[in-house]
């Protein structure tokens, strides 16, 4: 069936067909978004971890020759390897504007050229949001996020509004997104998690590997839409995507991680 008429099925009724397809696969390159994938969203970003269950996981995966693992986020890179503590897996932070990994090395050019630009806007803006309580202003380095989840629901539009009016104008390098209670504040070039990913692909060991995608945004729906020979995995309730499968809770995927490093390899 084109990928464009698939539905959605739920990931873990479809488990017998996927162990034949890793089976199968000489290497697997297993991507996964951060918050809200492999941590449990929570209230205030900067507490954001994994359970010791995820990363006993994901050690146990990233030992293992047949995988690579790539941790990707909107989060800064250097954040995310804080937060994940794990050697010889290939971060991409930024929503994937800079790359690092095993023989890896990635910054998206024009990004890096408005660092400058960034750090004044994001101390505009954290004056402008100054008086909304719950409101945090991330300067990330290559782009940012305005983080809203703990402002009252009713403060939302003028937060809009001043995010908005402070980066909308003729010639800014920088646009919007909305995430899960997030503003995103990203320079305007032609990258995304779709692109970010097709570039790990190449520059992995394995070009040729199965990759397997998992994530829970917006923001992952490019990476599902750039990997039509994948596994692409959405988690969350059912909702609009692009992946061929969903898990429907977060705590559901280091389930999914323990069950992917007890596969037995082929003989
Ligand atoms: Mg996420």
Known sequence: MPAS?????????????????????????????????????????????????????????????????????????????????????????????????????????????????????????????????????????????????????GSLQEIRQIVNDAVIFDGNPFHVTEGRKVLEIRPSVDWDKGMAVRWIQQASAHPDALPIYIGDDSTDEDAFLALPEGITVSVGQARKTSAQYFLERQELVPEFLLWLSELPSLP
Do not use: C, W
């Not at 696969?25 to 900067?46: E, Q, R, Y």
């Not at 408005?114 to 909304?132: P, V």
């Open 5 to 153: 008429l698939r539905s959605t099925e739920p990931l873990l009724e479809h488990l017998p067909e996927i162990a034949s397809a890793l089976r199968a696969a000489s290497a697997i390159l297993l991507f996964l978004d951060f918050d809200g994938t492999l941590a449990p969203i929570v209230d205030d970003p900067s507490l954001a971890s994994m359970p010791a269950a995820t990363h006993q996981a994901l050690a146990r995966l990233a030992s293992d020759p047949r995988f690579s693992l790539a941790i990707i986020s909107g989060r800064a890179l250097a954040d995310l390897r804080l937060r994940v503590d794990l050697e010889n897996l290939i971060y991409a932070g930024n929503h994937g504007l800079e790359i690092n990994g095993p023989g890896m090395e990635f910054i998206e050019p024009t990004a890096a050229e408005h660092l400058k630009a960034l750090g004044e806007l994001s101390r505009h803006l954290r004056a402008r949001l100054r008086d909304i309580p719950g409101v945090e202003v991330e300067n990330k380095v290559l782009s940012a996020s305005v983080h809203f989840r703990r402002a009252p629901a």
